[in-house]
């Protein structure tokens, strides 16, 4: 009986995670603030507010206001300074989340990073002379 158990929880396991829809996505990041990798490398950081409403940096201290929005498969985020949608394909592992940039295979994924221990920095506008 428990071979017949293992045997059938095989396929599952190798089967890939279906990506996340919107209201999944906004129960797993409302409130909090996860900074993202990239190929080892830190990527940027993300507020995630309430009315699906979001703050992103690229850790450079500068940040922008944006909203997000479920499309298909996908959750797409437009911001202030850029009205583009950036669309991703969100998967929730056991070791947090992953993002497909357009659901491409080739394109950028990112990682949720670790605890890192770090805030989210967002200098003030830059003012001129």
Known sequence: MILFAVMIALPLSGQAAEPMGGAEFDRYTQ???LFYGFDGTAYGVERYLSGRRVIWSFLDG??????WYEEGKQICFVYEDNNIPQCWSFVLTPKGLTARFQND???TELYESGD????????GPEVGV
């Open 105 to 107: 295979p080739q394109a």
């Open 31 to 33: 409130g909090k603030t």
């Open 116 to 123: 890192i221990d770090e805030e989210m920095l967002c200098l």
């Open 62 to 67: 500068r940040c922008q206001s944006g909203q």
